[in-house]
């Protein structure tokens, strides 16, 4: 242990432990703009700057470990002037653009401007005009917001093995840019606006669709429908103060509602649905040997995009079963019309998502219109809803609660915890269990693919033969548990794992590139808390017993896997 003191004040922390993370153990904080929790230190911004006693020039708190006896000095007169001068030189090279910015009141940059007084009238600026890339309709890439940190690039190279950004040029010119200075269409990325994430400013935001579902609204021709993903519910309070994992799935239900939506569907219905197809699908693979094993999850959009432009060697492992975001679409325009005797030309559906990449996944494939109409019109991300919520003026925290739409609504403990990193898996093996010994699984917690290790494994017992699990979340941790399965393939040997859950942000959906901003494993854990909190609160636990899935399928779709499930729920890769 290291013993040192920062601002006269003891602390001990292990070896290697940085001055910028020993300070919070005091309750300092030391600004930064290139440094995330989630991250590898770069010292790009030089905000951090502190003073040893003694030393002759200002080091880096990010980069520089504590050491034995260091005296830490993190705010005086003069560091302070430093940060203000290095901050004002940023600025001399960032538009001037916060009141129309898409982080306008949520910018790193913007606050510590706030905080240190800056007066822009002192400063000359040199502002490139570049246009953004806006190609591919979810994520912006506003390059004259950029301010180098890097933060982006390395979770896009590092975090997600993906590699669709980088720095161009040197010196002066340095940018951030797609690798290669294509667009971002062109480019790997999988749309997991992860970047988005982490970046500090508006210079990588989503794609608002804010003003298409007002008009929607407005437009007397539509019937406005929503749908609101697992993890939505535990995350969309943090924009309004609340902490991470506080469940406000009836608030939302009554301010949808609200804001004008004839009926308000739920994604975990829909999640319940998946599973009792790619359950269905995993016992005709294992226990009938009718198809390829591992069987690998698909309901992550990203990861599907991955697979296909990186891994197509596994397109005939991936379930076929669409994403409950598309199941909810497709039974809302085909059942749930028939049913409510509405006409589904006229059914516009909006999905509230965490995520950026389902705003590709509706227009996929040609199946994503499999009822003749695209299954899904919009997609808004939590902080999209947020955004809507809060310029509609609803009051809604204040609201009571309400209850979803009858049919399409209800949902499992199963359904909820898909939007944890290991939900799908636990929610598949508890009906893939069942399928497979017509018993109800005692133990319904899956612990060992719970958590925020990169890569988890388990194995169940399924009529004496031992089902093995791996599950994968942020991009990186893929390939390991991919190429240990393509080592056995080449030596003739077996799978080592007979099914793979893979969702490419770290956590799983809970920390989804649409969530509110701020995420770190701190608030991932209480996302997933909120979860699994909701999960133990139902009544029903399993996909199968969800009384509305049993119901779709005994007046509408038939059996798991029938030729109507097929062609409303079903959808191809290719490579
Ligand atoms: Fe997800 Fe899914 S869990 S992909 O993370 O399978 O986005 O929350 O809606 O579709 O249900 C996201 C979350 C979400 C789908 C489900
Ligand atoms: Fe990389 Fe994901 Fe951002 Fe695309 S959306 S550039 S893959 S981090």
């Not at 950029?146 to 690039?153: D, E, S, V, W």
């Not at 007002?214 to 995350?235: F, G, H, M, N, Y």
């Not at 705003?359 to 939590?382: C, N, Q």
């Amino acid at each position: 242990m290291i013993k040192a003191r920062i601002n006269q004040l003891d602390v001990e922390v292990p070896e290697g432990t940085s001055i910028l993370d020993a300070a919070r153990q005091v309750h300092v904080k030391i600004p930064t703009l290139c440094k995330h929790r989630d991250l590898l230190p770069t010292a790009a911004c030089g905000i951090c700057i502190v003073r040893n006693k003694g030393g002759n020039k200002l080091i880096r708190a990010c980069c520089t470990p504590l050491e034995e006896g260091m005296e830490i000095t993190t705010h005086d007169s003069d560091i302070v002037d430093v940060r203000r001068a290095t901050l004002e030189l940023i600025l001399s090279n960032h538009p001037q653009a916060c009141l129309t910015c898409g982080r306008n009141g949520e910018c790193e940059l913007q606050t510590l401007a706030a905080d240190f007084n800056i007066s822009m009238e002192t400063i000359k600026r040199y502002v490139k005009d570049v246009p953004p890339d806006r190609s591919t309709n979810c994520i912006v890439l506003d390059f004259t917001k950029c301010i180098k940190c890097g933060r982006c690039i390395q979770v896009c190279q590092e975090m997600q093995n993906v590699w669709a950004l980088s720095f161009l040029d040197r010196g002066i010119n340095t940018r951030m840019a797609p690798a290669g200075d294509i667009t971002l269409a062109e480019s790997p990325c999988v749309k997991c606006g992860q970047c988005s994430a982490h970046c500090p400013t508006g210079a990588i935001v989503e794609k608002d669709e804010t003003a298409t579902v007002w008009s929607a609204l407005r437009d007397e021709d539509k019937i406005c429908v929503v749908q609101i993903a697992p993890s939505v519910r535990v995350t969309v309070g943090e924009a309004f103060g609340l902490p991470p994992g506080t469940n406000l799935t009836k608030k939302l239900y009554s301010a949808l509602r609200r804001l004008g939506f004839k009926a308000v569907f739920d994604t975990n219905f829909a999640a319940d649905v998946t599973i009792v197809e790619e359950a269905s699908e995993f016992v005709e693979r294992f226990a009938h040997k009718r198809g390829p094993l591992p069987l690998i999850t698909s309901c992550c959009p990203s990861w599907t995009d991955h697979m296909e432009k990186r891994h197509y060697d596994f397109i005939d492992n991936f379930s076929t079963a669409k994403s409950p975001q598309q199941m909810l679409g497709v039974l809302a325009k085909t059942y749930y019309a028939q049913k409510a005797g509405v006409d589904p030309s006229k059914l516009f559906m909006v999905s509230i998502m965490p995520c950026t990449a389902k705003k590709y996944e509706l227009s996929r494939t040609e199946e994503m219109h499999a009822s003749g109409f695209a299954d899904v019109d919009v997609v808004l991300t939590t902080r999209e809803l947020a955004r809507m919520l809060k310029q509609s003026g609803i009051e809604f925290l204040a609201l009571p609660d309400a209850e979803p739409d009858s049919i399409l609504g209800s949902y499992s403990g199963a359904g909820t915890i898909f939007g944890a990193t290991g939900g799908v898996m636990e929610a598949a093996v508890r009906t893939a269990y069942h399928y497979a010994t017509g018993k109800k699984l005692k133990n319904v917690e899956l612990t060992a693919v719970r958590g925020l290790a990169g890569v988890k494994e388990g194995e169940i017992d399924i009529n004496g033969a031992k089902v093995r699990v791996a599950v994968a979340h942020g991009l990186a941790n893929v390939e390991q548990v991919l190429e240990r399965v393509r080592e056995a393939r080449k030596a003739g040997k077996e799978t080592p794992y007979h099914f793979i859950e893979v969702m490419a942000c770290p956590g799983g959906c809970i920390g989804g590139g649409g969530q509110p901003y701020g995420v770190d494993n701190e608030r991932r854990m209480k996302r997933i808390a909120g979860l699994y909190q909701d999960d133990r609160d139902r009544t029903v636990r399993y996909s199968h017993e969800n009384p509305e899935v049993v119901q779709v399928y005994r007046d509408f779709l038939g059996k798991p896997l029938s030729g109507k499930a097929h062609e409303l729920l079903h959808t191809r890769y290719t490579a």
